[in-house]
């Protein structure tokens, strides 16, 4: 489908300014016709969201880093934070939202749970250690070295250290 000369081209089907100066990378001279109304480029969908199998309300529109963006106030915000505070308001201090589903684009917020920063990275797809293997390693300190129980878990010795010295995994006892 052709998008007809001076209507968005993200299908949205509505009418675009003229261009106030060029734009070389769009090749719009000023006074052409924009080929968007501003921030329709970054529009992949007239769907802000589709539901999946899962139940994960996956954001189709601008992503970075897997993350749906949007904006607020004329300010960028993750997707997900803005559905989650419709529906329960601002997050306190200190707290982030993490994906239950670990769905990054989704912004179904019963799919999200305030939580610290130490607790969403304990919880990642990255992380090689459980609160089981915590409380493990916590019992082998003064047994073996923190090298050597890093070998065991396939950690770093500091890990071990900041761990058993209780600068890291703070909320496992």
């Not at 299908?11 to 501003?38: F, H, V």
């Not at 934070?81 to 306190?92: A, D, I, N, S, V």
Request: aromatic share 10%.
């Amino acid at each position: 489908m052709e998008i007809e000369y001076g209507y968005c081209h993200c299908g949205c089907g509505n009418k675009t300014t003229l261009a106030k100066q060029s734009k070389k990378t769009e090749n719009i001279k000023k006074g052409d016709q924009n080929k968007y109304i501003k921030q329709h480029h970054r529009r992949l969908s007239p769907l802000d969201y589709i539901i999946n199998e899962k139940g994960c309300w996956v954001w189709q529109k601008s992503k970075f880093q897997g993350y749906g963006v949007t904006s607020k106030n004329g300010k960028n915000i993750q997707a997900h934070r803005l559905y989650y505070q419709k529906k329960y308001g601002e997050l306190p201090k200190g707290v982030i939202l993490d994906h239950l589903c670990r769905n990054r684009s989704c912004v179904n917020y019963d799919h999200l749970e305030p939580v610290t920063y130490a607790v969403n990275i304990q919880r990642g797809f990255r992380t090689r250690l459980n609160p089981d293997k915590v409380r493990e390693i916590r019992l082998l300190k003064g047994i073996l070295s923190y090298r050597k129980i890093g070998k065991i878990y396939n950690v770093s010795g500091s890990t071990i250290m900041f761990l058993i010295k209780g600068k890291t995994w703070k909320n496992i006892i």
